[in-house]
C-alpha cells in the first residue's frame, strides 16, 4: 500500500504540471516577451527521483535523494515537441542531466522517466554540467558540457579543472560518448558550443579560453576554432569573437550560451557577460552577431544586455544571475529564449527572428565612455523631441 504521503505530493506535482504559464504583462521592451512562472524548477522533478516510495523501507515518507535546483538547460526542437536538457543538482551538489518535454515551449514541462546517465568513460570526471545542444548538419545532435574534475596539482579541496565534454545522439535517449575536447593553447574550457554548420569543411567551436578553474586570466573572451575529427577534437588556435571590455558587462569575463541562430543578416549569438561588484559576480545575457561566412568575425554587438535577473529572479543559490545555454528557432520565426536565474530554476523569453535582428543591428553600439554614452542618449532624446514637436 502506497503511503498517504503519495497521493498529496502527486497532487501538487501534477498541478504544477499542469499549471498554464502567461505573459509577464509588467513587463515591456519591445524585444521579447517574459513568461511568468518558471517553466522549471525543482518542483518539477517527478517523486519517483526523489523518494522511496515503499512505506515498509521508507515508512516515515521522507525525501532520500533530494534535488536542490533545476537550471542551465540545453534547448532543441524535434519532430514538433520542446525538450530541454536539464541541469539538475542534487542535495549532494553533483549535478546530472534531464530530458523535459512540453508541447508549447512555455509550459507543461515533464521530465522523461529517467535521467541521462553517461557513458563512464572518464573516471576521474566528478561533475557534469551546462549541455548545449546543437542539431549539427552531419546529422547528429550534438551535446557539449562542462566536465569538472578535481585538480590533483595543488593541495586545495576546491581546486578544479574544467574540461569540454562532449556526446552525441539521434534520440535523445541513446548516447554516445567522444573524447573532450582538447585545446592545445588553452589550460581549460568551459561554456563550450558547437556550430551547427560545417566552417571550411571542419567542426567549428565557440571556446571560452582560461587559465583556471575560475578565474579567465589572459582569456581575452569567447574563442573560435576549428577541428577535422570531432570524435577526437583537437583545436590548435582560437581566435577571439566577443571580447571582454573594461567597464562593460563582459569585464570579468563572457562566454557563449545558445547555439547561434542563422539569420539573413548574420548568425545571432545569445551569450552571457559577468561583472564583478561588491555583492559578488553579476551575470547577465547579451547578443552579438558573427559574419555568415565567416562565423568568427563580429559583425554587430550592441550595447548593453539583453536580459538581466529582475524581481524574485535575483533571489536563489547564486544571487543576481541570468544564465543561458539553449534556445529554440522555430520555422515560423519565434525564437524561445531559456534562461536560468540564480542558478536556482528556469525561465522563458520569446521573440522573433525579425526582432532579434533589429535588435542587434540597430541597437547602438556602446561607446565606452559615460560622456559618449550621455551624448548618444542626448542625440536619441532630441531626436524623439523633433519628432514628437513635428506630429502633434
Not at 31 to 39: A, E, N, Q, T, W
Not at 101 to 124: A, H, M
Not at 194 to 216: C, Q, S
Not at 307 to 317: A, Q, S
Request: with cysteine.
Amino acid at each position: 500500500m502506497l503511503h498517504e504521503k503519495y497521493a498529496e505530493v502527486l497532487k501538487k506535482y501534477e498541478a504544477l504540471i499542469g499549471r498554464k504559464n502567461e505573459i509577464d504583462t509588467d513587463f515591456y521592451n519591445g524585444v521579447y516577451d517574459r513568461y511568468k512562472y518558471p517553466v522549471l524548477t525543482r518542483d518539477h522533478i517527478p517523486p519517483t527521483w526523489e523518494y522511496d516510495l515503499n512505506p515498509e523501507t521508507n515508512p516515515y515518507f521522507m525525501k532520500r535523494l533530494g534535488i536542490n535546483a533545476v537550471l542551465n538547460s540545453g534547448a532543441i526542437e524535434l519532430n514538433g515537441k520542446f525538450y530541454l536538457v536539464a541541469r539538475i543538482e542534487g542535495d549532494d551538489r553533483k549535478s546530472f542531466f534531464g530530458v523535459a518535454e512540453s508541447d508549447n515551449g512555455v509550459d507543461g514541462f515533464r521530465f522523461w522517466d529517467y535521467p541521462i546517465l553517461l557513458p563512464d568513460t572518464c573516471p576521474e570526471e566528478t561533475n557534469v554540467y551546462d549541455m548545449r545542444l546543437t542539431k549539427h548538419e552531419d546529422g547528429y545532435i550534438y551535446g557539449v558540457f562542462c566536465s569538472e574534475s578535481k585538480d590533483t596539482s595543488v593541495n586545495d579541496l576546491s581546486a578544479a579543472v574544467a574540461a569540454a565534454g562532449i556526446v552525441r545522439t539521434k534520440d535523445l535517449k541513446t548516447w554516445e560518448r567522444l573524447d573532450n575536447l582538447t585545446t592545445l593553447k588553452s589550460p581549460q574550457q568551459r561554456n563550450v558550443v558547437l556550430h551547427p554548420e560545417f566552417v571550411n569543411g571542419k567542426y567549428a567551436f565557440y571556446t571560452r579560453p582560461m587559465d583556471d578553474f575560475i578565474e579567465t586570466g589572459s582569456g581575452g573572451g569567447i574563442g573560435f576554432g576549428l577541428c577535422d575529427d570531432i570524435e577526437h577534437a583537437v583545436i590548435d588556435e582560437e581566435k577571439m569573437t566577443s571580447i571582454r571590455r573594461y567597464h562593460t558587462i563582459t569585464e570579468s569575463k563572457n562566454g557563449a550560451g545558445a547555439v547561434p541562430i542563422k539569420t539573413e543578416k548574420g548568425w545571432i549569438h545569445i551569450a552571457h557577460g559577468v561583472r564583478n561588484t561588491a555583492a559578488g559576480l553579476r551575470y547577465v545575457i547579451y547578443a552579438f552577431a558573427t559574419d555568415l561566412n565567416d562565423p568568427s568575425k563580429v559583425i554587430a554587438e550592441p550595447s548593453g544586455l539583453l536580459i538581466g535577473p529582475r524581481g524574485g529572479e535575483r533571489v536563489g543559490d547564486v544571487s543576481n544571475v541570468v544564465f543561458t545555454n539553449g534556445a529554440i528557432a522555430k520555422d515560423n520565426g519565434e525564437v524561445y529564449i531559456y534562461y536560468a536565474s540564480s542558478d536556482t530554476r528556469m525561465h522563458v523569453a520569446v521573440t522573433t527572428v525579425d526582432k532579434l535582428i533589429d535588435y542587434v543591428f540597430n541597437t547602438p553600439k556602446d561607446p565606452l565612455r559615460s560622456v559618449e554614452c550621455v551624448a548618444q542618449r542626448c542625440d536619441l532624446i532630441k531626436k524623439n523631441l523633433e519628432f514628437l514637436n513635428t506630429n502633434k
